[in-house]
């Protein structure tokens, strides 16, 4: 059953969803302007509709064509669906059950092929990457960053995504922005890259529209949903119409690969409050860890200074059954790396395989109040009982 199916049969509305809600007048142009975080501040940012077309634009620029690339095993799929069809050549290293690099497997990898190590950093939480920067400058390799889920986290004072040779960032993850990836690249001779084309104003309407209508949907009781969802299905019916076909999709499309962000994803990010945000999510986390960590083992059993979650991640036994029980009660979470690809290294990495069959995120970004936080934990331990 579909997540909108689930949704629909409930008679209780939707309260907390994944990621941070779009509201109408963030789109509007002026307003506050607030001071902007790494990347968005870095000598010369290269921004794209989708994270993935800069990893693909960073991959051609650094020639990475027939070259290998150290690749951690655990990961989403795209971000590897956009390296190989630049034609790199990927070798997986070991991630452990916490998400945890395994530094020294990186080491025992490194050949005179290896031209690169892509280095991803779970859910805001930073991976030993003051350890592999030091391993890749004695062995005079590049090291690419994925920041794509830790906008806003730090090591010290030193932002992720400032240490490597590059680093790719996905903005509409973790902000209320329809589209949004950013690529920064720490040689100057990256500078001038291939340009990029705006998207069609028809298709950043229609997706602005779509997203504007998710939020409302957690914002009124059930004949709101009910509405909200009739209002999506005209929006799509339009759009398709018109032939604007969906452009955010789980596979990596080469043909929309110099796409660049919009300008309203822009107008967006300057009406944020980032201190707070972080602040928010922080909190908001330590919620779902003092009162869930000692009923489930976390996988991250501390929040340190500097980090700033992007989703509480969840271990369980009966992945699917609870993500659907979860849907039922107006949590919508996210089903986490699950269902690798034919090709991916199913049984070479049991620590990753066991990630991939129990890992479900619970939402803890900054729309939500203490009290849907409480809401969000009592029902999964409610759920826990039941199983």
Not at 39 to 62: C, D, E
Not at 69 to 90: H, K, S, T, W
Request: charged fraction near 20%; glycine fraction near 6%.
């Amino acid at each position: 059953m579909t997540t909108d199916a689930i949704t629909a049969t409930h008679p209780d509305r939707l309260f907390a969803s994944p990621y941070p809600k779009l509201y109408a007048g963030m789109v509007i142009p002026g307003g506050v302007q607030t001071e902007l975080p790494f990347p968005l501040t870095a000598p010369k940012p290269h921004y794209y509709y989708l994270a993935r077309n800069g990893i693909y634009a960073m991959a051609k620029a650094m020639k990475l064509a027939q070259e290998e690339v150290l690749f951690p095993a655990y990961f989403m799929g795209v971000e590897r669906d956009a390296l190989l069809a630049a034609g790199a050549n990927l070798k997986y290293f070991r991630i452990g059950q916490n998400m945890n690099v395994d530094v020294n497997d990186i080491a025992a990898k490194i050949t005179p092929k290896t031209k690169a190590v892509y280095l991803i950093h779970y859910l805001g939480f930073p991976s030993p990457v003051e350890q592999v920067q030091r391993l890749c400058q004695e062995k005079g390799i590049l090291l690419i960053e994925d920041c794509a889920l830790s906008l806003l986290s730090k090591i010290g004072d030193q932002p992720l995504g400032s240490f490597g040779d590059a680093a790719i960032f996905c903005l509409y993850k973790e902000l209320p922005v329809p589209n949004g990836g950013v690529l920064v690249m720490r040689d100057r001779k990256y500078d001038n890259m291939p340009a990029t084309r705006p998207p069609s104003l028809l298709s950043t309407g229609a997706y602005t529209t779509t997203a504007i209508w998710r939020g409302l949907r957690l914002q009124g009781p059930r004949f709101v949903d009910k509405l909200v969802w009739k209002g999506i299905s005209a929006v799509r019916s339009a759009r398709k119409a018109l032939g604007i076909f969906p452009i955010a999709t789980l596979d990596f499309d080469p043909s929309g690969a110099d796409l660049s962000m919009s300008h309203v994803s822009r107008w967006i990010i300057h009406r944020q409050d980032f201190p707070a945000i972080i602040a928010k999510r922080r909190a908001n986390y330590l919620r779902l860890l003092g009162r869930l960590g000692n009923v489930v083992a976390p996988v991250f059993d501390e929040l340190p200074e500097g980090v700033c979650p992007m989703l509480y991640p969840l271990r369980t036994r009966n992945k699917d059954k609870v993500y659907k029980l979860l849907i039922t009660r107006g949590i919508e979470t996210i089903n986490f790396w699950s269902r690798p690809k034919n090709d991916n290294p199913v049984g070479m990495f049991p620590e990753v395989d066991e990630l991939r069959e129990s890992i479900i995120e619970l939402p803890c970004h900054q729309d939500l109040s203490v009290d849907e936080m409480d809401r969000i934990s009592d029902h999964v331990l409610a759920i826990r009982k039941e199983l």
